[in-house]
């Protein structure tokens, strides 16, 4: 757990000095919402199944935007040998890098949130059970795509083979994500919880895989 912690709180030092992953992830949710809403125009993006999957679909991007980023950084400075070496190094680099990346992504999303429920002018029912939804939805995003990262990290074409191994695993997080919180912006608290409830499953199951998975594929 010391090793967790000392990793989240390098990756969040390294990106408070260069936070052109954050800032990047952040510009891309409200340009893609913004765009998605005029493809589909102002009145169907206003509904709240699809103002929901235009959300979670641009916060799945800026997630893999920001993973990407931050195992690049690795990369560069060639920091990846040297913390996988330590003792306790792989699980420490999973569970630092799940831990560094929520807090980052909870940022980005509550303004890309902010952001569609200002611009596609939203209901909004159930405040406290959207932010429920959206933090077990944000905590099930980095384990699957930090995995994925993983896998391809030493392959030239990461940057394509990334999103087509992770999304495809991220679907059923995606639909959970995008009926909670349709279900809390029309007032549905029942609803809500529920799929709160599945994300927070999601994220249990993830990470535990992750910890069993990540280590024979650094190796």
């Known amino acids: 757990m010391n090793r967790i912690a000392l990793v989240a709180a390098r990756e969040l030092r ?14 891309f949710i409200a340009v893609l919402v913004l765009l998605e809403s005029l493809v589909v125009g102002p009145v169907i993006a206003r509904d709240a199944d699809v103002a ?4 979670w679909i641009a916060l799945a991007f800026a997630t893999i935007l920001t993973t990407m980023r931050s195992f690049d950084r690795e990369l560069e400075d060639d920091a990846l040998d040297a913390l996988v070496a330590l ?50 939805g944000v905590v099930a995003l980095p384990p699957v795509v930090i995995v994925d990262v993983i896998l391809a990290l030493r392959l030239r074409a990461r940057a394509a083979l990334v999103p087509i191994l992770a999304l495809p695993v991220l679907v059923p997080q995606l639909v959970a994500a995008t009926r909670g919180a349709s279900a809390a912006l029309v007032g549905d608290d029942v609803g809500a919880l ?25 190796e």
């Open 14 to 27: 390294a990106e408070r000095r260069q936070p052109d992953g954050i800032v990047a992830a952040t510009t």
């Open 52 to 55: 929901a999957a235009l959300f």
């Open 87 to 136: 003792p306790g190094g792989r699980d420490a680099l999973f569970g630092g890098k799940v831990l560094a990346l929520t807090a980052m992504l909870l940022l980005v999303a509550a303004v890309g949130g902010i952001l569609s429920l200002v611009l596609l002018d939203l209901p909004l029912a159930l405040p406290i059970h959207l932010a429920i939804v959206v933090l077990f």
């Open 194 to 218: 529920s799929w709160a409830g599945l994300l927070f499953a999601f994220a249990v199951v993830y990470a535990v895989l992750g910890l069993t998975i990540v280590p024979a594929a650094i």
